[in-house]
Nanobody
Framework: VQLQASGGGLVQTGGSLRLSCVAS????????VAWFRQAPGKEREFVAA????????TIPESMKDRFSISRDNAKNTAYLQMNSLRPEDTAVYYC???????????????????WGQGTQVTVSS
C-alpha cells in the first residue's frame, strides 16, 4: 500500500489548511488512517485517526477544537482539517494506515505499518 500526503504549505497564524492522504494499492475497508506530526527536535506526535469502516474518529482533547478528520471511502482518501493554526503546529505531518488498529492503540505509531512521505506545514507568526 502506498500513501500520498499532500496539502501542506505556509500559512499565517489563525489560518486553515486541509491535508489529504490518498491510499493506493491493496487497501482495505477495515483500515484505520491516522495523522502524526513531528516538529524539529521533537518526538512524533499523534494528531488524529479515523476508521474507514464506520468513520469512528480519535483526536486528542488538546486538538479537538481546531482539528478534524474525515474520509472519502470512494476515493480512498483521508483528510485532516486544521483551523486556527498556531506557530506551534509547525511540523511535518505524516499519514499512516494500519489494518489491525484497535481503540487502545490508535495513538501509537507502532499500530500502523504503512506510512506516507510527510507534508510540511509551516505557520508563521
Amino acid at each position: 500500500v502506498q500513501l500520498q500526503a499532500s496539502g501542506g504549505g505556509l500559512v499565517q497564524t489563525g489560518g486553515s489548511l486541509r491535508l489529504s492522504c490518498v491510499a493506493s494499492g491493496r487497501t482495505s475497508f477495515s483500515w484505520t488512517v491516522a495523522w502524526f506530526r513531528q516538529a524539529p527536535g521533537k518526538e512524533r506526535e499523534f494528531v488524529a485517526a479515523i476508521k474507514f469502516n464506520g468513520g469512528h474518529t480519535t483526536i486528542p482533547e488538546s486538538m479537538k477544537d481546531r482539528f478534524s478528520i474525515s474520509r472519502d471511502n470512494a476515493k480512498n482518501t483521508a483528510y485532516l482539517q486544521m483551523n486556527s493554526l498556531r506557530p506551534e503546529d509547525t511540523a511535518v505531518y505524516y499519514c499512516a494506515a494500519g489494518s489491525s488498529v484497535i481503540q487502545s492503540n490508535r495513538a501509537s505509531q507502532t499500530a500502523y505499518g504503512n506510512w506516507g512521505q510527510g507534508t510540511q506545514v509551516t505557520v508563521s507568526s
